[in-house]
């Protein structure tokens, strides 16, 4: 009898793992592909180092601004891979190493769940459990559109290129995975084509912040196309031709369509036989302590739908794993922050200004822009701003919008203000070394709180 299995082996699952064995628990993991999860083998960690690579031939590119003359002799994108392989293996050997160090028992299989206490494996062998952690992750998923499958590049076969198409159109609700590939694939020759069905893109965040990046974008050359939404894929002759609506009917010409969107992992596990609650998305329902609508089984991570982001998985794999080992926490949903590394990088927690209006909240903002930090101005990396959203009647700092150099660095300050409950004003009087990207974050907190130093009075 175990304590708790958890089904699923990326970062969440690995999380839950590891916090119920401290908790001293029994602890299974059932994972029959690699431990790490889309994160470590062909996500988070492996498009990192191909964005990096990308960093590198910009910086390449623009040395000559800082009176270094350089050229780029050859791109070898078959050690980029090499690379990514390595460090996605040498992750996958540690996560293993501190597993069977914490003494859970790693299962090289699937699980079907019989009851909210049994698990039944593909030789119907029955394990008996008192807690389930669900933490199956999502998969890539092809959007119905005609002809699309023949013309589709995934983002898995990005991390393995060898060579970037001549062109690619990037569609949907244009989120973190669609821009960061955007960003990589334009820098590396890439004639990238972006459409957004909403009026922007990154929807889900700050309007600011999908100005800000839209704008970055366009002096990068990727077109932006807003409310068009792909209807059907054609061969031609130069490769493919998508037609597309919105505000007017038109077609684009490209060699590859990418297809990056992801669904819950529910499927051929049983939840339906169990009664477990679904979202009309397929994601798993779960309340604030990660409980599903079956009693002791918990969900984690991608397969609870949301943002899929892995830092969340692992902060919702600790919390699942104490409440399954008795405790009884609330997750805070409204403390995981955003990030995306593209060129400028975009950082984020907590509301929106359009979603602090929509809730009714009366509210300062405070915004500072990278163009007046001295750091930012040495470098010339001089593009974006933060922008802090506080409650105007007491300075709750409600959310953090950093698009800029280091923002998902950055953030990180926002998330621990927040924590710790910090007003705009306290945060204010902060001090930061100069000179230094983080000097915007307080100075932002500043104009929040209506004292701003550099800023020209209103």
Known sequence: MYDVI????????????????????????????????????????????????????????????????ASVQELNFQKIVNRKNGVSGDIRMGMEGVLRSNKVEIIRDWAVLKSPKQVSLDDGTVLETKKIILATGSSPTVPEVRGVEAAALTTDQVLEMRKAPASVLIGGALGPIEV?????????????????????????????????????????????????TLESVQKSERG?????????????????????????????????????????????????????????IYAIGDVTGGWMLSHASSSMGITAAENAMGNRRNFSFHLIP?????????????????EAEQQGLDVKVGDFPYSINGLAMSRDEMDGAVKIISDARYGEILGVHIVGAHATELIGEAVLAMQLEATASELAKSVRAHPTFSENVVEAARDAARRALYLPRQ
């Not at 690995?14 to 119920?20: G, K, L, N, S, T």
């Not at 309007?207 to 990046?213: A, I, K, N, P």
């Not at 990030?339 to 975009?346: C, N």
């Open 6 to 69: 958890v089904v699923g082996g990326g970062p969440g699952g690995y999380a839950a793992a590891i916090r119920a064995s401290q908790l001293e628990g029994k602890v299974a993991l059932m994972e029959p592909a690699e431990v790490g999860g889309t994160c470590v083998n062909r996500g988070c960690i492996p498009t990192k180092i191909w964005l990096h690579a990308a960093r590198l031939l910009q910086g390449i590119r623009t040395a000559d601004e800082f009176g270094i003359t």
């Open 180 to 228: 960061e590939m955007a960003a990589l694939l334009n820098i590396f020759g890439c004639k990238v084509v972006l459409i957004s069905e909403s009026r922007r893109l990154l929807s889900r965040e700050d309007g600011e912040t999908s100005q800000r990046l839209a704008q970055a974008f366009r002096e990068q050359g990727v077109e932006v196309l807003s409310r068009f």
């Open 240 to 296: 493919y031709t998508c037609r597309l609506s919105g505000p007017e009917q038109r077609t684009v010409d490209v060699e590859k369509v990418l297809i990056s969107s992801r669904r819950p992992n529910t499927a051929n596990l049983g939840l339906e036989q169990m009664g477990l609650r679904l979202k009309e998305d397929g994601a798993v329902q779960v309340n604030e302590q990660l409980e599903t609508s079956v009693e002791g």
């Open 338 to 354: 955003r990030a995306i590394w593209t060129i400028p990088e975009v950082g984020a927690v907590g509301l929106s200004e359009e």
